[in-house]
């Protein structure tokens, strides 16, 4: 979903993603995705956003490959930035949740917004459960429901 910047004044403007066509396909999700933003202008070339994303991301074990969910409610705030194609590419990102998001052209695309929100929930270890104990590598029984049949 692309908002044409200069089409934004200083009044907030509630902007929804209607369909889920945007979610990365990195990620698996069970049930809807619900995904708002509310644009407004600062000045001439920078925009307040504020982001909503809720959503269940499905994640597997690293260790016994069971499915975990993960309920994600993210808010988060941007400020948008008008840039040009070849300078100000550099945009000094501190704080993920507060962070500068550079755009090149005249309108902002929320569906990249959002992508990356998503890849950014997404943990680098999943467990499902602190003690799983995981496949045996010999037999393949997983060994959280049943003892390992190797010998
Ligand atoms: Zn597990
Ligand atoms: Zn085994």
Do not use: I, Y
């Not at 995904?35 to 000045?43: H, I, Q, S």
Request: with cysteine; proline share 3%; net charge negative.
């Amino acid at each position: 979903m692309k908002v044409v910047l200069a089409s934004l004044t200083r009044r907030e403007k509630l902007f929804a993603l209607a369909d889920d066509g945007w979610f990365p396909s990195e990620a698996v999700k069970t049930g809807g995705v619900a995904a708002t933003a509310r644009l407004r202008r600062l000045d001439t070339t920078s925009w307040s956003l504020a982001g909503r994303l809720c959503v269940t991301l499905s994640l597997s074990c690293d260790r016994c490959g069971r499915a975990v969910p993960l309920p994600v409610d993210d808010e988060f705030v941007h400020q948008v930035v008008a840039g040009t194609s070849d300078g100000e590419a550099d945009a000094e990102v501190d704080d993920e949740n507060a962070a500068q998001w550079l755009v090149t052209g005249s309108a902002l695309d929320l569906a990249e917004v959002f992508r990356e929100r998503v890849l950014l929930a997404l943990p680098e270890k999943v467990l499902c459960a602190e003690d799983c104990r995981g496949l045996c590598a010999g037999c393949g029984a997983d060994l959280n429901q049943e003892p390992c049949r190797c010998q």
